[in-house]
């Protein structure tokens, strides 16, 4: 994780760098919120990076002693089947159509769109 953190450290680094050149000589505020955001976006998944760094530094991929079979096992749960994301995809395709056609289209996808989130929050719950 240190790698991934410092590699979003120095993205965000230099879209701060090239905003702050930027913006003050330009009067484009497409061109000066696509580098805002881009810094922004940049910067939220350094911070995330860092933080999941500092919360497993015990692991054997930060050791520089570590043994291959030191990382062995399993790594997370990850779902066998699903047909969730299918109903989120399509759900979101359609609400962005609705974006362009219409209110009643946007409406539509956001019907569908629902379902398929609260099926991957609440897919594995046991209770």
């Not at 240190?2 to 879209?15: H, M, R, Y």
């Not at 779902?79 to 946007?106: E, H, N």
Request: some cysteine.
């Amino acid at each position: 994780m240190k790698v991934e953190a410092l590699i979003f450290t120095g993205v965000a680094a230099f879209f701060a760098v090239v905003s702050a050149c930027y913006i003050p000589f330009s009067e484009d505020a497409a061109g000066n919120t696509a580098l805002l955001v881009s810094f922004l976006m940049s910067a939220l998944i350094a911070v995330f990076l860092w933080v999941q760094y500092a919360r497993n530094v015990g692991g054997p991929q930060g050791r520089k002693d570590a043994d291959v079979h030191e990382g062995a096992g399993p790594l997370a749960f990850f779902s066998p089947r699903s047909y969730y994301p299918v109903f989120t995809a399509l759900g979101t395709a359609v609400a962005g159509l609705g974006v362009i056609f219409g209110l009643w289209l946007f409406l539509i996808g956001i019907g569908i769109t629902a379902p398929g989130v609260a099926g991957f929050v609440f897919q594995h719950n046991d209770r």
